[in-house]
């Protein structure tokens, strides 16, 4: 139940990145779109319950600009956020977002800003997903 980016999984056996990005994107939001990975990083974090995630992630990004259809077992609701705006809400509700939106948002902005303005400017970030 939080706030997170647009999909989230992990290759299938013999899978790329971007074949199971697109898989994810269209089973959890009903849609597909161009992608491209636009960074990668790794992550160590308490996620409650006395779990520790430790991932090697890898972030795709694509412009859509029309209404998904989320998958009612995957996402319980969505939204469109710019990222100034998905800042400011992280900023004063932390704990309403994932441990590794709040990393990306805090060491990659620029790479999300490079990539956001290059495909086009006035375009909101992907949805993201709860």
């Not at 899978?15 to 990975?37: I, K, N, T, W, Y």
């Not at 800042?87 to 309403?96: G, K, L, M």
Request: proline letters at 7%.
């Amino acid at each position: 139940d939080l706030w997170s980016n647009t999909c989230c999984s992990h290759p299938l056996i013999g899978e790329s990145v971007l074949d199971a990005a697109h898989r994810r994107l269209q089973h959890e939001m009903g849609f597909d779109c161009p992608l491209r990975e636009i960074f990668s990083f790794t992550y160590t974090a308490e996620v409650g319950s006395g779990l520790i995630e430790h991932e090697f992630d890898h972030v795709c990004a694509g412009i859509y600009n029309r209404q998904p259809d989320p998958n009612p077992a995957e996402a319980r609701d969505w939204r469109w956020m710019d990222l100034s705006l998905l800042r400011q809400r992280i900023e004063t509700h932390p704990d309403e977002y994932t441990a590794w939106l709040k990393l990306i948002l805090s060491s990659h902005l620029d790479d999300l800003t490079k990539h956001q303005q290059a495909l086009d400017p006035a375009a909101p970030l992907d949805p993201i997903d709860d």
